[in-house]
């Protein structure tokens, strides 16, 4: 439908709690769901990068995530739980902050639960950089950035320079 504004870091609405997507409010998805589709698409199209991204991101405080790697899933209202006690450390990026990269540590394996499009309950385990890019894109829906979790004052870099 449209190509969105991505929200940027300073936005304060990158830092609110999202509201649950209630089942009579899947009608209205559609239009958002196509938005997050055209924005992530023009963001890999701009800056070369970006498998999913979270509603608020562009000003819908909904708990709501697009994600397409080798297809589209939609998932509404996930919850992560099985955290595994191993992590994983890598430099995270994010499309509201698009040239900077930041050192954080996620945990290599976890499951999400959630709604699909037509209101089905899923699940799926996930490991490694799925387990971490879906932390990332929850960790949104709770307005906590990856700013916030950066493992100390050094864990920050430039992309345009490289970690």
Not at 60 to 76: A, C, E, G, S
Not at 88 to 117: A, G, M, N, Q
């Amino acid at each position: 439908m449209a190509i969105r504004e991505v929200l940027l870091l300073g936005d304060p609405r990158l830092h609110e709690i999202c509201e649950p997507v209630e089942k009579n409010d899947t009608p209205s998805l559609e239009t958002v769901v196509e938005d997050l589709h055209d924005t992530l698409m023009d963001c890999r199209g701009r800056i070369g990068a970006g498998r999913a991204v979270a509603a608020p991101q562009i000003g819908v405080l909904k708990r709501l995530v697009y994600m397409n790697i080798d297809q589209p899933i939609v998932f509404i209202n996930p919850a992560l739980d099985q955290m595994s006690d191993e992590k994983i450390e890598l430099w995270d990026d994010c499309l509201s902050f698009p040239d900077l990269l930041v050192r954080v540590r996620r945990h290599r394996t976890c499951r999400i639960k959630y709604r699909d499009l037509d209101w089905h309950r899923q699940e799926l385990h996930l490991e490694n950089d799925l387990s971490e890019l879906l932390q990332h894109e929850c960790d949104h829906l709770d307005g906590v950035l990856a700013v916030a979790r950066a493992i100390d004052g050094q864990s920050f870099a430039l992309r345009s320079h490289g970690p």
